[in-house]
């Protein structure tokens, strides 16, 4: 079993919280070092409590999915002989009440433009195969209740 770690850091650095007025910025931290800004997201607590500048839960979950997605793909894309010369997804992520009326991310929806270098080009079904494959294998999606769709895009 392989392990993933991260620290999540915040400080109440002398705010009232009981009032629930308080920053809701903090920052992740990942093992090469890289700490990330985060908050929640303005559209769940309002400014100025949250961050708009930082990543918040929702949008990293979002890039997650679509993040390993492409790493499959690429994978895949190289064992078939085809070479992409750019991945461009404008991922997104729909929040709202889940069958059981809780708020949950309901469905993520990933729209890759790709670009293909060289002759060989797939065909739009050895294309859609190698999504299917993709996020059949993606650990991510594996690991999601909501809803993921790839929508190509040209």
């Not at 670009?115 to 859609?128: C, I, N, T, V």
């Amino acid at each position: 079993m392989k392990q993933f770690d991260a620290r999540v850091t915040w400080q109440r650095a002398g705010q009232d919280v009981l009032d629930g007025h308080y920053s809701r910025a903090h920052t992740w931290h990942f093992d090469g070092g890289l700490a990330v800004p985060a908050s929640s997201s303005p559209l769940s607590v309002p400014l100025p409590m949250s961050d708009p500048a930082a990543v918040d839960p929702e949008e990293a979950l979002v890039a997650a999915a679509s993040s390993c997605h492409m790493l499959f793909f690429l994978s895949l894309a190289a064992q078939r002989g085809y070479v992409v010369e750019r991945y461009d997804d404008a991922a997104r992520g729909l929040l709202g009440a889940d069958a059981d009326g809780r708020m949950a991310m309901v469905r993520i929806e990933l729209r890759p433009a790709i670009a293909f270098a060289g002759a060989r080009r797939p065909d739009p079904q050895e294309l859609a195969a190698i999504h299917h494959l993709a996020h059949a294998r993606c650990y991510i999606a594996n690991s999601l209740k909501s809803e993921i769709v790839i929508l190509e895009t040209a």
